[in-house]
Every structure is written in C-alpha cells, then in structure tokens.
C-alpha cells in the first residue's frame, strides 16, 4: 500500500515540514542542500498519494577508518501513518539501492535515548556496530 | 552481563510461551526445556502473571499461556521485573567521595547503554531473529 520512490525537489516543503513537527527546529535549507547532493534521498507515498514519510542515506568509506557501508542518515514518518509498514518499505528500498552500489552492511546513530527508532532499526534485524561513538562538551 | 537467575528464568518462560500465545505450558514443561529448577520457575512465573504478560489455565492439562503484546514487550520489562532498576537502587558505601561519584558515572553510563539495548529489542524481534 506503499510507494516508495525518489525524492524531487517538489518533496521539499513535505520533507521538511515533517521534519520539523518531529524534531522541533526547521532547516529547509539542509534538506535543500543535503537533496542537492545526490545521496539516496527517497520518499514515502499512501496509495491516495499522501506523503508518508521519507528516508535518506548514502555509502561512506574510509571515515573513522571503516570500509565502505552505507549509511542511514535520517528517517522520518508521519506519526498518523506509522504501524503501516512504511519505515520498513523506505529502510528495504534504500538497502536495495545500497546493494546495488556493491556495499554488505548498513550503518546508522541513534539517540540511545530514542528507545522507538532504536526499536525500529532492531526490528529490521540491525543490532550494536563495531564503532562507539564518544563525546565530550568543550570548555 | 551478568543476570540474576530469575531473571533468566523470567525471560526464557516469556519469550518460550511468547513463541505460540496458543500453548499452554507448565513450570515442569519449562523447567525440563532449560534444564532449571521447577520451584524456582514456578515463582517466576507467578511474579510474570501478577505483570499480565502469562495467564494461569487451570485443569489437567493447566500451565501459562503468553497474554502481552509480542511487539510492545521489550527485554527490559521482563529484565525490570526482576532486577533492581539504576534509580530506584540504594546508595552504596562510598558512593559520595570523589573517587566514588567518578566510578558511580561510569557505572551509569555502561547501565545506560544496557537499558537502551534491553529497550529496543520487542519479543517479537527477539522471536524473529534469534541470535
């Protein structure tokens, strides 16, 4: 009931208004830019058309000294829509394109306080990677 | 990770029971699947059904059946049940020196990352993709 397919620059103002009703801080032009890239930028459409939700994520390598994987960079779903297989239709969609490009493992960072995305990426089979991240706030 | 044996118990006879809502097993029949013993999992169990995640079925052939919701059931509500929560824990000697409230922050930081990987994993991903 999903259609899952590229994102246009008509997607923007979708894309970004969700964004922002999720997360609480607007940032058009990063979703301008980051779309401008040309990394995997795909979006989520109900069979009545309506914007589900979108995904977005390229193949890195070398950073942090790890091989090629590729990356999940962000996720977002309409809240109304969610328990509709729509998280996973973006996540299968952009893992098929990852393999295309010849890369066998997908990565991603999660608040490890988001215990719902954290939930989410688990049930797509996903589980802790070989990188910790570190952190410290500067004085 | 160490986890206190009831514990274990509690979610080896969830997720056992979780894998068909339909059967019905007692604490013999699940005690003899994990090789432990049945008094202590007939506790477990008892402390499972007052949380609503089995249900007692009387009669002959009466044991527990799986009542919770295999995707919103995580590992932690089964760990919780049993094991004393970070907060709620009582202060330990020591624990407000300087050398102690150093340790105390990393102890919380390794209890933080296991209570967000308990978190994350539904039975349901668990039943999935055992690992």
Known sequence: MVAVRPAQATDLPAISALDARLTGTSKPDYWRDRLALGLHFLVAETDKGTFAGFIAGEVRAWEFGQPPAGWVFAIQIDPKLRLKGVGSALFEALVARFKAEGVTRVRTLVDRKDHLILSFFRAQGMVAGPSLQLDMELP | ?131
Do not use: C, W
């Not at chain 2, 995640?53 to 049940?81: H, K, P």
């Not at chain 2, 300087?98 to 930081?109: C, D, P, W, Y």
């Open chain 2, 1 to 131: 990770m160490k986890l206190q044996t009831a514990t274990r118990l509690g979610l080896y006879a969830t997720l056992e029971l979780a894998r068909d809502p339909a059967q019905i097993l007692s604490s013999a029949d699940l005690a003899e699947r994990f090789g432990v013993s049945t008094h202590h999992l007939a506790k477990v169990l008892r402390t499972l059904s007052t949380a609503g995640l089995v249900q007692a079925e009387r009669g002959a052939s009466g044991g527990y059946r799986f009542t919770g919701n295999r995707r919103r059931v995580t590992l932690m509500d089964i760990v919780a049940l049993f094991e004393s929560t970070p907060g709620r824990r009582a202060k330990e000697p020591g624990e407000e020196t300087e050398i102690g409230s150093a340790l105390q922050r990393v102890l919380a930081e390794i209890d933080e990352i296991a209570e967000a990987t308990l978190r994350s994993v539904s039975l349901e991903t668990m039943l999935k993709r055992p690992t």
